[in-house]
């Protein structure tokens, strides 16, 4: 069936070191990826996304290409700060109602 | 108000009481959702209204009732709940076809 796979956290950085945060999904059509994010306390917000193969989404210094030959839509930032601590869940769609989420990746950006 | 808003933000009840959640969202949006998000597990889609109509109901116990009167308003009724329902109930509304859901604060409740 149709599952996203996120790497197991939480992920403990230094501020300005380099962050991924790996997923991979398994999908039978033409998937919509996404990152959301979610701060302490607060709803899902969407982050970036990509809607078809070799797009790459980006946002406040975020970026994830979508691969569709290693069906995967990994996640980066080239200097993370401290207010980027927060989970982060990769998500797709296959349209209509259908989205399927990832477990989550709790991220702490120590100063 | 902008976006999706949820009420009360915080919930407790024992496993007699009946409460009922809120959200209302102002994106002119024409599908709703249900979720609920437990510690450790993916997001458990509960249920789906388009165009206030539902479309998709994964399964969920009866004690949880939903209610979409309009586009913009979605109710989630519960009655008789366990412990184990604890967990954020999160809404969410996206335009159809357009593949980004956007979700309200949540709903933090615990059952006694």
């Known amino acids: 069936g149709d599952s996203v796979t996120q790497m197991e956290g939480p992920v403990t950085l230094s501020e300005e070191a380099f962050l991924t945060i790996n997923c991979t999904y398994t999908?039978?059509?033409?998937?919509?990826l996404f990152w959301y994010v979610q701060y302490p306390g607060e709803g899902l917000q969407l982050l970036l996304k990509?809607?078809?193969?070799?797009d790459k989404g980006s946002n406040k210094g975020f970026e994830a290409t979508y691969r569709k030959e290693t069906t995967s839509f990994h996640l980066e930032k080239g200097s993370v700060q401290v207010s980027d601590s927060a989970v982060y869940f990769c998500?797709?769609?296959?349209?209509?109602?259908?989205?399927?989420f990832g477990t989550g990746t709790r991220l702490k950006v120590l100063a | 108000e902008t976006g999706v808003t949820q009420t009360p933000r915080h919930l407790v009840m024992g496993m007699t009481n009946k409460k009922s959640l809120k959200c209302e969202q102002h994106?002119?949006?024409?599908?709703m959702y249900w979720y609920k998000q437990s510690a450790k597990k993916p997001l458990e889609l509960m249920f789906v209204?388009?165009?206030?109509?539902?479309?998709e109901n994964n399964s969920v116990p009866s004690r949880f009732s939903p209610e979409c009167p309009n586009s913009s308003h979605l109710f989630l009724h519960l009655h008789t709940l366990q412990p184990e329902d604890s967990a954020l109930y999160l809404c969410?509304?996206?335009?159809?076809?357009?593949?980004?859901?956007?979700f309200g604060p949540g709903t933090r409740l615990l059952v006694l």
């Open positions: 969410a509304s996206s335009q159809e076809g357009s593949g980004t859901q956007y």
């Open positions: 999908a039978t059509g033409y998937p919509s």
């Open positions: 990509a809607t078809k193969a070799d």
């Open positions: 998500a797709l769609s296959l349209g209509g109602y259908k989205y399927i």
């Open positions: 994106l002119g949006h024409n599908a």
């Open positions: 209204y388009s165009l206030e109509e539902r479309v």
